[in-house]
């Protein structure tokens, strides 16, 4: 763990934020465009293995469908967080992104990035093409990325492999043997469900979600729409495994939590956040994971919790004068 004064922002040095931001939006509005301009395949975007010698191997997987497109460029905006955090909480770790659609209706349903560190993972996140479309059936291809996950991907020095799916949506009940073969690079021998799907993938990698709800809360309820699929993802990963999350800009934190709960350091990433976040950001935190995390009392946000000030405020420094 960094202790205060041995900070090193590596190659986030200089990092400009805003101006990333802009450009990644900018790539985003063009992406599909070029995609189709370029003729580039299914085959350009999903390899047929993948792999990594790195210990702690860590897989994102994001719904870019409709308005799920804003949550990729809000890990862009917060890559320097996500990489220089995730080695305090991870031996040796690397980042596999993942775009997920819907195989019925999109023309990129599955998109896979090498694992990498550093620097480097702003040219994965840009390599994926936000089509922003998907179908109508609250349904997407989750699916075929986890098939994909569990069958093509090699980690011989892996200690603690995590896979977090980010998205709003449930899966399709069964997967499709066409899709599986083409999209997936996975030949099944039978028909499979995709809580099968699921469960392979769960034998390979502690598996998670951070929902966004399809509908939102109204008078902080679920829709019918949500509950559905809510009790979907629950039943096939079990509520400990489950987190809503209502704002996008929240979304790294979400994730460095889930990576506290399996190294079993909460304690930590609570006096990291509540140094880090205002209290109504920690607060908004805490409830997301409290069905992973379970009821947690918060440090005193009055008092320095850590020795970790020099280390804190350089972090801020690369996230800006406000960490919104």
Known sequence: MTEAGDYDPGPWKGYDFKSARAAYDAHVGRSYDDA?????SLKDLVVNSLSTNCKSPLVIACDVTGSMGEWPATIFEKLPLLDLELKNYLDDPEVSFAAIGDAYSDDYPLQVQKFSSGKDL?????ALIIEGRGGSQTRES???AALYYANNVEMPKATKPIFIFIGDEG???????????????????KRLSSKQAIEALKQKYSVYIIRKLYDGYDNDRMSATDERIQKQWESYLGADHVAILPEAKRVVDD???IIAKETSMLDYFDKELTERQTPLQVKTVKKSLMTIHGP???????KSVMKRDKTMAKTKSLLGDKDE
């Not at 189709?36 to 580039?40: G, I």
């Not at 899966?171 to 021998?189: P, W």
């Not at 947690?296 to 009055?302: F, H, Q, S, T, Y």
């Open 36 to 40: 189709v301009k370029t003729k580039k």
């Open 171 to 189: 899966l399709y009940e069964t997967v499709d043997k066409d899709q599986a073969k083409d999209i997936a690079h996975v030949a099944l021998e």
């Open 296 to 302: 947690r009392a918060l440090p005193d946000p009055g």
């Open 122 to 126: 702003v040219a994965r996140l840009k």
């Open 255 to 257: 994730i460095l939590g």
């Open 142 to 144: 989750y699916d075929l």
